[in-house]
DNA sequence: GCGCCGGTGGACACCGGTGTCATTTCATGA
DNA sequence: TCATGAAATGACACCGGTGTCCACCGGCGC
């Protein structure tokens, strides 16, 4: 430890934390306080305050003559000085652990969109939920910030302990989810088991009777709905997922390839694979393209998201499209109106329903 | 406009502004200010900041004691508070306007894991350089929100006016570019010429002498980069890249398709296509699909990006990989030394080399 | 025993806004 | 004309930290 420092030292350096002097001749247009415009006003910082904040109290004459001056002279409020006086910091926290990058694009897009508009920025907060440190980081994230509220995306919104944790601090959010998870919750839900009925009735028209689907990860919330939809619906159409015809993945093209390399090996074949997202499809075309099977004529592929690469891979990919940037949207507004209003009552849940995006993937099954 | 307001109205609305009560009996573990800490330690409040800015003016031993209480009730200082009497705001901004996903992503969280280290947080900003609004629009996002600084992504990293912009507003920023533009700047250089130059030796050592390129925009700095650096490196090795063999796309998928289209069509046809990045060599993939070409028997197809696409494709697409986290992490690290010592000299810039993954797109010419 | 010195800790103002409440202004009816 | 009360404004403390500057403390040389 550097216990030399001498008096002067600590004059000069005060307390190590040198800060350049105010110095120099700053432009014309230094930053300007509320103090500024009072005085330029002849009011009290007060009536400049209520201004700010929209106060019915002030004279329509007072208004508009300090609106004015703020206007000409470029002012704006101090979002920390606001925020301290506020107990607010206008920012939410995006957290996530979603690999699928233009997901995570898309709703910070969304998010963005809505929150700019009143005043809010965005931090992002990619997570491990897996980790050790995982609730602590985040509870340090929250507190440390002071966020005004958090967005939560699959699948750590999936998280039991996180609600609790977040309700403890006081903390808003709102979390995307693919299925009701409890009542008591703000939430942005994207029914997957309907989505996932719906490829089942695609497949159905089309005529096919072996389908195989490669299901998520037991840890994914949305991969029990998907396959519990899927399932149920091709029952309804007095078609069956047999046992042999389903594998699990981990929404990864590597699982993709080797699922598919399992479920291709059956005999028979089956004609149809419904992959649980799009990655998992590319694993299996993947596949098939190691094993010279023609999509759609030897083998009918659909996938779940709309990513990028949907349209990007050849043939190109039937799958169920959601619309992520209005979800994130959503997921904005919610968390805002929950801010503004923390002690009403949950806000109900927005339901959005994904469609089928028919490309080049899927066919009549051949034999 | 709402006069109708009473003065019984103003005591309860609070200027319109109601904020909950401190209310209720929060939980013990409510929220402690550096007074309570002080309380606690029986010591001044400005002795427990020297412990938090590690003054090194303070005994050994009530340093300890005042560590311990910290630590033991949990407090962290108020970052709103903190950066109000420092003038800072501990939030970097990210400005992008690049439409690939993955790479954004990947460049968050680099430039996040070394932010946090700092107890800084990243705010994210897309927006769209040829708005007419563009420039007002981050002005007015960096003064609002106190950036301490901003990280630049291509292609608006390459604008001109924004470096002025931002010097006038004395905030740090950091671009990453694809080649060096000027000499007194801090920036992450990935060396897009000398990488074009590598894919031009890996198609002269498989023996290809009809050698196409799809070109990016001529509004990206990268395209002439690449172009230029192919293009060299071609004729240094007796090779020529024909006029007739260069067709000028836009980075999508879709000028992708379509200049690979009109290349395609082109005769004697060429052996090799250096599509401009992987989302326009995805286009060339779908042209081949289409024609019913082989890849790479027929036809070699080289991309640049590395993006998850390129290992999805069938084949998988030969590219040019840069290390993006690392280029995030940088960027970070540098606008963090250009806060800490702003009147500093410029920060040398940290050149990227990014390397050739050969896959299977790539192969010696069948004719 | 005294004054000097560097090391240590505290009182106080301040960062730029806001809440509270008192005070002033103004229109109204008696 | 003046009392009256609502509307408009202001004075002041406060949010939770930090810089400045001064006072105290103990050990040293004299």
Request: hydrophobic fraction near 40%; charge should be positive; aromatic fraction near 6%.
């Amino acid at each position: 430890m550097a216990k030399k420092a001498t008096k002067a030292a600590q004059r000069a350096a005060s307390d190590l934390q040198p800060v350049e002097p105010p110095a120099a001749s700053r432009d014309a247009d230094k930053k300007h306080t509320i103090n500024d415009i009072a005085r330029l006003a002849n009011v009290s910082k007060k009536t400049v305050s209520r201004v700010i904040n929209e106060s019915p109290f002030v004279r329509e004459e007072t208004r508009t003559r300090i609106a004015e001056i703020m206007q000409r002279v470029g002012y704006t409020p101090d979002p920390q000085a606001r925020g301290l006086a506020f107990r607010r910091s206008f920012l939410i926290g995006l957290i996530y652990d979603n690999p699928n990058a233009p997901y995570v694009i898309n709703i910070q897009e969304g998010a963005l969109a809505a929150l700019r508009r009143m005043g809010y920025e965005l931090v992002v907060h990619p997570c491990d939920r897996n980790g050790s440190e995982f609730l602590p980081e985040i509870r340090n994230l929250i507190s440390r910030q002071k966020l005004d509220g958090v967005i939560l995306l699959p699948p750590v919104s999936e998280n039991a302990e996180l609600p609790e944790l977040l309700r403890k601090l006081q903390c808003p959010y709102v979390r995307v989810l693919s299925a009701p998870l409890d009542e008591s919750d703000n939430l942005v839900l994207s029914m997957d088991r309907q989505s996932a009925a719906e490829v089942a009735e695609h497949l159905a028209k089309l005529g096919h009777t072996r389908i195989a689907m490669i299901v998520g990860p037991a840890s994914y919330r949305s991969a029990h709905e998907r396959l519990a939809g899927f399932s149920n619906a091709l029952a309804d159409r007095g078609l069956t997922l047999a046992p042999e015809y389903v594998a699990e993945g981990a929404y990864t093209f590597e699982s993709g390839a080797a699922c598919s390399e399992l479920l291709l090996s059956r005999s028979p074949r089956p004609t149809a694979i419904f992959a649980g997202n799009d990655e998992t499809a590319a694993g299996v075309y993947r596949t098939a393209y190691l094993r010279g099977l023609k999509i759609p004529d030897d083998l009918t592929v659909i996938g779940f998201d709309d990513s990028p690469l949907a349209s990007r891979l050849c043939p190109s990919l039937t799958t169920m499209r959601q619309p992520i940037r209005d979800m994130g949207r959503l997921a904005a507004e919610k968390v805002m109106a929950k801010i503004a209003n923390s002690d009403g009552p949950p806000i109900a849940a927005t339901t959005i329903f994904p469609h089928l995006v028919v490309r080049e993937s899927s066919g009549r099954p051949k034999n």
